[in-house]
């Protein structure tokens, strides 16, 4: 603000007094104290009646907060049973509800029932499998039989363990999780292998199903609920289940997350009146360490205490083998089982020849992480039983089931009335009222571990303790010839065969069943009677189920259901064929229930989309693509029989059948494998039905395109396999000779009549465009020359463009990135200044274009005002590119482009006047940002940079990839091109560089340990979920340079290596690991920004008390860095110093723990949109801004942390840190611009000589800072290194920037001004955390724009240009001159180079305003030249290099929090060293530098200190304690509650020695300058000040509050306005407050009181009268005419320059402590 400005305030305040004194009286030291009140008093306290009295002033409108819903349908309960769950309630067993009630979380679950302690894990004897105990570990002990009962007697339901982390055994229940999440802990998960996180039941199978034969016992009936809500939240890891239960009776489950099952995500048998809704399900787990054997052993180990005692000492002899004893087999049993675990869970690893360890990983370790049982899905209603029986056996009982707004990510089962694991088709009554809508199945990945059915000859199974089969291949040498087979046997089933020969208990032997064959076998290798009673039958798994392969949907009897908007995608199993060794079968006989028609051949390496079988219902809008079966069939859809089935709109693409095998493998295939069939739809069976709902005879909107297979269903009326509707883009692969190729390569070697190779590829017909086919789903080879195959939508010839149809789209356009504000829209890169015909690049002149709003229908564009007709594209504005919005109103008249039409829905609007000159005119809405604008397919995007920076109006080609915006063309000739059907169908291949993908890791689970080998290279990047353990402290020095060159005196740290790399830097070669190391965008354009960074969800990191920091060069290096990064980028899009990129992936559900975080130049931990993490036991410390910092993060817990002190010693300003970030375009300057001499007004530098100088600079800064060595005086580089020592290094040793914290919460980045980001920003808890040792020490910089643009002036990383340093004289803008310095130089230099402009991603944010690069070049600020930087600049103060709002040291900072919740929390040794603000701006009541209000951040910021500020945020602060807040220049605060907040002090609020202009009485300063000062004020000290609305803060009955020693210069208690003399608050302290001192303002011991006598103006009288009137008038239309200026100069440009000069603030305006 000028001082006019300053002038008009004063003057209008003084008119509102009801006189004007007149005295001579001399003012002194004393009276200025009385005056304003500053007398060494107590700061003011308001009593009780004080907050009456400004209470009654106010009201609480928040009627709706203590409404409830009486009528809440989705309830199914009216309990007022409320009960609360936490960690406590399930540290030792299943948490069971047998009461109605509602039942809520309060933090994360974690089951780890009756877990070992850490004390008994470090004991040298400890076995995480020790059986010989009464309290065996993860296994109900046995004084917790009476309530989970069965486990030492074998009979009962908890037989097998904890088969629940809670069960529901009432009716009328609610879970409500909260927010929160249930799961295992990963050793729970490994060592309880079934288990379900609820079960809605006392059991998990009905009676006589399931694997034990005694779970049921009189004192446990069935119970099986009704009216179960499941509700808000997230149920993760376990082993079997997330829900499952039996007859469950009116079930809802509502916004819940289901992920990280083995088996499926929620199963319920027999169930009807189920609701499922806005929830997703999925993914899967697909990386489960061990096979289903180890669930086995797991089981055995309760028995083996009773087989140790009564038979341990009886010997047992296996043929061919020498005797050993029952102990002695179970000794090694137990020793494998703790092999696994210790390398699962320990990472411990075992010599490659150890015979034990070989068999134990042969036993039990997964090679695959697949689940190797019989089938996987998502969701799966059965019938009344268990669901392992045939598909289509168990179908009563499941009814009215419901599915609405669910998002399921790997597999849905509904079956009937009985068991899902038996064959299909088994069970299918009874299941009925089914409904999906807007649901996706996703990522079911099969490779089933094919066993065997061993039976007499009466067909009797041979049976293990649990069910499971005898593993023939495992335990025997060979079973083609049984007459000849040995006994090998496995630790596992040799302990089975003593229990079958010593024990005789039924309730021990469960579901034991042998033969005297086989015992003749097994102990005297005598295989005679073996063999003739040896009978096998193939297609089952381990526990002799129904297998099935990969299926995405089944249905298995469900009547009355309706589907819409379903899609099911990558399905894919890759099973290899069925073993031969059952011989050949048509039929699989596991359960005896499989049908011919249905289980045909070899079930488990088949892939379907999805299954039907009895089923009635409707399919509408059913998309099913990506279904691959590497060696079975392959279907998008199956009906089988007795199904009457509606469809329409039914979409299969990219089917795969037999993908893995050659023809070789086709021609021998015999019963039980067939010919791999690949089908879009088939129905099979007589009594199928598929009609369409829309009366289409020929059913033609049911398609397939690209099915293929070695055989095909076809639409023949007589055909075996009956295809319905139509199918484009079908092969047969298996036709005569014609054979493919996989990848190029070929997969078979046909010979001639002679013999030699001839190798085929089968071809195929494909057309350039749609001009010939028919309309709908298409695919298109637009240009041989790229090759690569689309797909597209067809409409009366044209060729409709929808990026929502494929990513390989992007192959066909010169360039393409995704807009940062909304990655649905596709762009050309920033570089690519295009029009729509050159970016497409099979367009060329006669190419005609139209467009498709909805992506349906290509029209052209009929706009009278436009008609841009069969030349139509679509545009989006400018700002989806660049980094600023154009707001300016009456947009058609500044840019034709805005004359357009918009077709984009989302369109930002306002409201324009009819006639802009008239303030009552009629509006009509006008579009300001839009992303598909009907526009001139030839019109180009501007390539000036300029246009970019100032938000001019100019258009990008865009190509919307959500359904709408896409853009049709029509070539002149159209061309039919003959491909290999490889070609085609490689364009479902995934391609690795397209990384905007989500990150699909979620379904992995890994335990890694991390050792200083891990980060030699770079960031460590965590993409996948699972625990990281810290095995050694880790120093981060990325990509160092060897020793050996660091001794070479000539040995440049800043220069480019051979390679045209930098040291500590990503190489170019790693930009697929480190995108943007090459580039100008990308997460890592500015180097490594994190030592690890975690992408994804579902992530502990295990310091395991160790450390992570930066080496010291590395440190001063890599200027830009967090040690722990809870992203894959350090901004969200559009935020920070870069471009980071369109690929976003934020952390959830993360878990940082014990250890040490150290050095780092930034953060320790950083993290934006986290959600659901917690960060316990760490220590922070030497960090340069932060130890913890979190934008737009929900539920977010700090515990038991020792965080700062802050790094006190950092050594360079933030200049190095552009300096260093700016290296690889320093390169790319002197590669491209080296030789061009720049125009400064006084030299003629070449570029290549600015960038040696800076490099030079660095240099020698380098070496002062590592290596203890400067130039001497003499030295002929001594001059530059005073130089380098003036732009780099950081005298104070406190950070130089906007500001410093221990914690900050912000609702965005923190740069901003406190209060301005306060979005998406809750539940944050801090616990027992220390902060202590915060230093600030502000360099405060100017934020310069156009007065006539308003758009700051900035350089490559949204920093500021430092004025002061180059000019020579900055406060007198009318004379200085350029004098520039070698950063400065440097950024001049670009801006100069026209030939730059067009290279915007170089650029960023670069720009200056032509009359500033005038002066550069001329020398000439004046108004004669032009450049006239008096009126041209606008010049604001309270900044710093970066252009952030400047807000000093603060101990925690909290915006925008809702619900927070901090109990005890200690702040201390909170220090500003930062001095006073600079006064070339003149007076100011708050900085215009970020969004700052007056009520909040009044004048100058950067001096200040706080211990804990909260602005809008509501929330419980409980035991808070601060001690030791100082600012040398400013006020100091303890805890400071701005504006907007609800908090309630609860317990201990203390808050000691707070102290605020520190320095002025020391270093006698006098101090009258700040009495009136709005810039720099008199320091304020306050203990507990709430700076908003007295009733924002409340204090709880046994709470204490209290402030002591406490000192400042001004009173804690003013009256505040925010929006006006009606909106008003008083500030002021609450609290008792003990030696709390407002001090005399300090007079220099010069102040001499004769002169200021002498000097001193009489105050008098004036009278009002006419003249004085006229006067005041005059001096109104002046202030009214300075505010026109300054505050809307946009609209001043007309002025007259000469007039307005006089207004402008001079070099005189300083402080006098700066003059």
């Known amino acids: 603000m000028s001082s006019i400005m300053n002038i008009c305030f004063w003057a209008l305040i003084g008119l509102t007094s009801a006189k004007i004194s007149r005295s001579n009286h001399k003012i002194s030291v004393s009276d200025l104290s009385n005056i304003h009140g500053f007398i060494e008093e107590p700061l003011h306290k308001l009593e009780d009646d004080d907050y009456d009295a400004y209470d009654a002033g106010t009201s609480n409108d928040d009627d709706d907060a203590d409404q409830t819903d009486d009528d809440d349908s989705s309830s199914p309960t009216s309990s007022t049973n409320i009960v609360y769950i936490s960690n406590a309630d399930v540290q030792s067993g299943t948490y069971r509800i047998t009461e109605p009630g509602t039942y809520i979380l309060t933090e994360d679950l974690t089951f780890n029932f009756n877990a070992p302690t850490e004390a008994e894990k470090s004991e040298e004897t400890w076995s995480p499998n020790d059986y010989d105990t009464d309290n065996m570990a993860w296994f109900p002990s046995i004084e917790q039989q009476t309530e989970y009962d069965g486990l030492f007697t074998y009979s009962g339901l908890y037989s097998l363990g904890f088969f629940a982390g809670v069960t529901v055994e009432s009716d009328d229940v609610i879970i409500d999780l909260a927010g929160h999440r249930m799961q295992m802990a990963y050793e729970f998960y490994l060592q309880q292998r079934f288990f379900s996180l609820i079960e809605l039941g006392n059991r998990q199978f009905i009676t006589g199903q399931g694997v034990m034969s005694s779970f049921d016992t009189d004192d446990s009936p069935e119970i099986y609920p009704s009216g179960v809500l499941i509700k808000n939240g997230l149920l993760g890891l376990s082993s079997h289940h997330a829900v499952h239960g039996n007859n469950v009776q009116s079930l809802t489950i509502e916004d819940v997350t289901m992920h990280n099952f083995d088996v499926a995500g929620f199963a319920c048998n027999g169930c009807s009146n189920v609701a499922l809704s806005d929830s997703v399900i999925g993914p899967q787990n697909t990386n489960i360490p061990v096979l289903g054997r180890y669930t086995h052993a797991r089981a055995f180990l309760p028995r083996l205490r009773d087989l140790a005692d009564n038979y341990g000492s009886e010997p047992i002899r296996f043929a061919a083998r020498a005797t050993t004893t029952v102990q002695g087999l179970i000794d090694r049993f137990v020793n494998q089982m703790d092999m696994v675990y210790n390398h699962i869970i320990n990472s411990q690893e075992y010599a490659e020849d150890d015979e034990e360890w070989i068999a134990a990983q042969r036993l039990f370790i997964n090679p695959t992480g697949a689940l190797d049982g019989g089938s996987s899905y998502g969701i799966l209603f059965n019938g009344q039983g268990s669901a392992t029986s045939a598909i289509g056996h168990s179908i009563g009982g499941t009814s009215e089931i419901t599915l609405s707004n669910v998002e399921i990510q790997d597999g849905i089962l509904f079956n009937g009335q009985g068991s899902a694991t038996s064959a299909i088709g088994h069970s299918i009554g009874g299941t009925s009222e089914i409904t999906m809508s807007n649901v996706e199945i996703q990522g079911i990945y099969a490779n089933p571990l094919e066993k065997f059915k061993v039976t007499d000859n009466a067909g009797n199974p041979i049976k293990l303790l649990f069910g499971d089969t005898l593993d023939v291949d495992a335990v025997f040498d060979q079973v083609i010839d049984a007459s000849r087979s040995k006994y090998l046997g496995d630790a596992y089933t040799d302990l089975v065969f003593a229990v079958d020969k010593y024990v005789d208990s039924s309730f021990y032997l469960n579901t034991l069943k042998m033969t005297d064959g086989l015992r003749e076998l097994v102990f005297h290798n005598d295989a005679t009677t073996f063999s003739q009673e040896f009978n096998l039958y193939g297609s089952t798994d381990i526990q002799l189920q129904s297998t099935k392969g ?13 589907f819409e908007q379903l899609t099911i995608h990558n399905i894919e199993n890759w099973g290899i064929k069925g073993s031969s060794l059952a011989g050949e079968y048509a039929v699989p006989q596991i359960t005896g229930n499989e049908q011919p028609d249905i289980q045909y051949g070899y079930t488990s390496n088949r892939a379907q989309g999805l299954m039907i079988v009895s089923g009635v219902g409707v399919l509408n809008n059913v998309e099913i693509y990506d279904v691959n079966s590497h060696s079975g069939s392959a279907h998008g859809a199956v009906v089988y029989d007795d199904s009457n089935i509606g469809a329409t709109n039914i979409r299969i693409r990219n089917i795969q059948a037999g993908s893995a095998m050659t023809q070789y493998n086709i021609d021998g295939l015999t019963l039980p494998n067939i010919v791999p069939m690949a089908c879009s739809i088939e129905l099979r069976g007589e009594s199928s039905l598929v009609y369409s709902t829309v009366d289409r005879d020929d059913l033609g909107d049911l398609s397939g395109h690209f099915i293929v297979g070695y055989d095909l ?54 057309a350039s465009d749609c001009t010939e086919l028919d309309d709908g789903l ?13 797909p597209v939508m067809c409409d009366n010839g044209w060729t409709m463009l929808n990026g929502a149809l494929t990513p390989n789209i992007y192959d066909y356009f010169t360039s393409y990135s995704l807009s940062h504000r909304d990655t649905t829209l596709i762009l050309p890169n920033t570089d690519d200044h295009t029009s729509w015909r050159d970016w497409f690049i099979p367009a060329d002149d006669d190419t005609l274009f139209r467009v498709a709003e909805d992506c349906t229908q290509c029209l ?55 006639d802009p000159d008239d303030p009552e005119s009629d509006t009509y809405p006008m579009w300001q940002q839009c992303k598909a604008v009907r526009f001139n397919a030839d019109a180009r995007s501007d390539a000036d940079h300029y246009m970019c920076t100032h938000r001019e109006p100019f258009v990008w080609p865009s190509l919307g990839s959500d359904g709408t915006g896409c853009t049709c063309y029509k070539p002149a000739t159209t061309t039919t091109y003959t491909i290999s059907l490889s070609q085609a169908v490689g364009q479902f291949e995934s391609k690795e560089n397209l990384d905007f993908h989500e990150l699909e890791a979620d379904s992995e689970y890994l335990y890694v340990e991390l050792t200083q080998q891990d980060f030699l290279e770079g960031t460590y990047r965590i993409t996948q979920p699972g625990t990281y353990v810290l095995a050694e402290d880790i120093v981060f020095d990325f990509n160092a340079p060897p020793a050996e060159l660091q001794q070479d005196v000539n040995w440049s740290p800043n220069d480019f290596t051979e390679d045209g790399d930098v040291w500590w830097w990503p190489r170019k070669d790693q930009e697929d690991a480190y995108p943007g190391a090459s580039t100008f965008y990308n997460p890592f354009t500015l180097g490594y920004f994190a030592g690890i960074s975690v992408e994804t969800s579902d992530v502990i990191l295990d310091l395991n008390g160790h450390s992570l920091e930066m080496s010291p060069a590395f440190y001063l290096q890599q200027r830009f860095f967090s040690l722990i990064e809870l992203a894959n980028r350090p901004f969200a899009p559009g935020k920070g110093a870069a471009n980071w990129g369109w690929i976003e992936r934020y952390a959830t559900n993360v878990i940082v723990q014990n250890g040490q975080l150290g050095l780092s130049s930034h953060h320790c931990i950083h993290g934006n949109f986290l959600n659901n993490v917690l960060i316990s036991n760490v220590q922070m410390s030497q960090f340069d801004v932060a130890g913890f910092g979190c934008g737009q993060c929900i539920k977010v817990e700090l515990r038991d942390l020792d965080v700062g002190p802050q790094h006190q010693t950092i050594p360079v300003l933030g200049r190095y840190t552009h300096a260093r970030a700016a290296l690889p375009r320093l390169q790319y300057l002197t590669e491209n611009y080296g030789d061009w001499q720049v125009p400064f007004w006084d030299r003629t530098p070449t570029i290549s000589s600015l960038v040696e100088r800076l490099i030079n600079q660095m240099d020698m800064t380098y070496h002062y800072v590592i290596n203890g060595v400067e130039p001497a005086e003499d030295d002929e580089d001594y001059a530059e290194w005073l130089e380098a020592k003036k732009l780099f290094i950081n005298e104070a040793g406190y950070q130089d920037a906007s500001a410093s914290y221990g914690l900050v919460f912000a609702g965005g980045a923190a740069v901003s001004a406190i209060g301005t980001r306060i979005e998406n920003e809750g539940d944050i808890t801090i616990n027992n955390v220390n902060v202590h040792g915060m230093r600030s020490h502000v360099k405060e910089k100017y934020k310069v724009y156009g007065a006539a643009t308003t758009v700051t002036m900035r350089g490559f990383f949204r920093d500021t240009f430092d004025w002061e340093a180059m000019t020579d004289n900055f406060a007198d803008l009318e004379t200085a001159k350029y004098i520039g310095n070698a950063w400065e130089d440097i950024m001049m230099a670009v801006v100069l180079n026209d030939d730059i402009s067009a290279e915007w991603s170089f650029l960023y944010t670069t720009q200056i305003e032509q009359y500033v690069k005038d002066w550069v070049m001329t020398g000439d600020g004046s108004e004669a030249t032009g450049s006239d930087l008096v009126h041209n600049l606008d010049v604001h103060c309270g900044t710093d290099i ?84 100082q600012s040398d220049y400013g006020s100091a605060y303890g805890l400071r509650v701005f504006d907007g907040c609800d908090i309630e002090l609860q317990g201990d609020i203390t808050v000691n020695n707070i102290n605020a202009g520190m320095i002025f009485e020391p270093s006698d300063i006098d101090m009258r300058f700040m009495m009136k000062s709005l810039t720099n004020p008199l320091p304020q000290a306050c203990g507990i000040y709430v700076y908003s609305d007295p009733d924002d803060v409340s204090q709880a009955d046994e709470s204490n509050v209290l402030s002591t020693n406490v ?28 030696n709390c001192v407002v001090k005399p303002v300090y007079v220099s011991a010069d102040y001499d009181s004769e002169e200021d006598e002498d000097a001193a103006p009489a105050v008098t009288m004036i009278p009002v009268s006419p003249t004085v009137i006229a006067i005041l008038v005059a001096f109104c239309i002046m202030c009214i005419y300075a505010i026109f200026k300054y505050k809307y100069p946009s609209l001043y440009e007309n002025i007259s320059k000469s007039t307005s000069k006089s207004f402008s603030f001079t070099s005189d305006e300083h402080t006098p402590l700066l003059t």
């Open 1607 to 1634: 000192f400042g210069y001004r009173e804690c208690e003013e009256t505040v306005t925010r929006n006006g003399p009606d909106d008003q608050f008083l500030a002021q302290t609450i609290g008792d407050c003990d």
């Open 1442 to 1525: 970066q252009v952030h709002s400047v807000k000093g040291a603060i101990g925690v900072r909290v915006d925008g929090a809702d619900n927070l919740d901090i109990n005890g929390l200690t702040i201390s040794d909170v220090v500003s060293t930062t001095e006073l603000g600079l006064m070339t701006c003149g007076e100011y009541d708050a900085p215009a530098i970020a969004g700052e209000e007056v009520y909040i951040q009044p004048g100058y910021n950067g001096h200040r200190a706080h211990g804990l500020t909260v602005v809008y945020t509501n929330g419980v602060l409980a035991n808070v304690n601060i001690d030791g807040v």
């Open 713 to 766: 269903c076809s639409d023949d009326v007589d055909a075996t396999y009956k295809r319905v509707g139509q199918c484009q883009w079908c092969y047969d692969k298996n036709a005569g000779t014609d054979l493919d190729t996989n990848g190029g390569v070929l997969i078979a070697k046909p010979r001639d009549d002679e013999g030699d190779v001839v190798a085929f590829r089968q071809q195929i017909e494909i």
């Open 860 to 914: 052209a564009d009929d706009n009278p005002d436009t008609l841009w007709g069969d030349n139509t594209a679509y545009y989006a504005t400018g700002d989806y590119l660049c980094f600023y919005i154009r707001k300016t109103l009456n947009l058609c008249s500044v840019s034709d482009v805005y004359c357009n039409v918009c077709d984009d829905p989302d369109a930002k609007l306002y409201d324009q006047a009819y």
């Open 550 to 562: 990969a299926i995405g949907v089944r249905i298995d009897g469900v009547q009355n259901f309706k």
């Open 778 to 790: 298409q695919y298109i080879l637009p240009d041989p020359s790229i090759g690569t195959v689309i």
